[in-house]
T-cell receptor
Framework: DVKVTQSSRYLVKRTGEKVFLECVQD?????MFWYRQDPGLGLRLIYF???????EKGDIPEGYSVSREKKERFSLILESASTNQTSMYLC????????????????????FGAGTRLSVL | KQEVTQIPAALSVPEGENLVLNCSFT??????LQWFRQDPGKGLTSLLL?????REQTSGRLNASLDKSSGRSTLYIAASQPGDSATYLC??????????FGKGNQVVVIP
């Protein structure tokens, strides 16, 4: 079974703190994603990465940065946490589009971690 | 920009009834469509993935159809059970591996 592990289920931080959210996947997936989920707004993509050291901005990258030094690990960084970053953060991973196209049996399903509920006070 | 809509936002059904959940999307240039389930406070679990060239996928009591030209997908859950109570999310993937999500159908199955 694919496993996507987020380092914390719950976090409480203070305004202005630097916050690291860690995500590890064990399926050798190329793609990794960070989303936030808020009531009434649904899931919104913050950043994603399709390879080590590669990153792409999603829909709401402001106030966030990411790091992918190893294929299995994707970190989300809040440089200076603010109260409007209180949210549920979800990490996901998937095969790369091109691989699934060359191997029809493979599917680039996105597999999600359990989520980190972050409160910024 | 792709927009994904799920109606209704919430519904309740008696146990044993069939569930029908609808999803619509604005841009038909999709790579695949995925249905997920989310329990309160938890992550998402993949239920079904339909490639853009397919019309439907089935898994147990679940069946999902895709009409790409009209921008619609429907998830059917046969003979609903209380354990089916959850939020169901529809998402479409573009050619850049990115998913656009609907806001979900919150389902309650009443015993």
């Amino acid at each position: 079974d694919v496993k996507v592990t987020q380092s914390s289920r719950y976090l409480v931080k203070r305004t202005g703190e630097k916050v690291f959210l860690e995500c590890v996947q064990d399926m050798d997936h190329e793609n990794m994603f960070w989303y936030r989920q808020d009531p009434g707004l649904g899931l919104r993509l913050i950043y994603f990465s399709y390879d080590v050291k590669m990153k792409e901005k999603g829909d709401i990258p402001e106030g966030y940065s990411v790091s992918r030094e190893k294929k299995e690990r994707f970190s989300l960084i809040l440089e200076s946490a603010s109260t409007n970053q209180t949210s549920m953060y979800l990490c996901a991973s998937s095969l790369w589009f091109g691989i699934s196209a060359r191997h029809p049996g493979a599917k680039n399903i996105q597999y999600f971690g359990a989520g980190t509920r972050l409160s910024v006070l | 920009k792709q927009e994904v809509t799920q109606i209704p936002a919430a519904l309740s059904v008696p146990e044993g009834e069939n569930l029908v959940l609808n999803c619509s999307f604005t841009d038909s240039a999709i790579y695949n469509l995925q249905w997920f389930r989310q329990d309160p406070g938890k992550g998402l679990t993949s239920l079904l993935l339909i490639q853009s060239s397919q019309r439907e996928q089935t898994s147990g009591r679940l069946n999902a159809s895709l009409d790409k030209s009209s921008g619609r997908s429907t998830l059917y859950i046969a003979a609903s059970q209380p354990g089916d109570s959850a939020t169901y999310l529809c998402a479409v993937m573009d050619g850049n591996n990115r998913l656009a999500f609907g806001k979900g159908n919150q389902v309650v199955v009443i015993p």
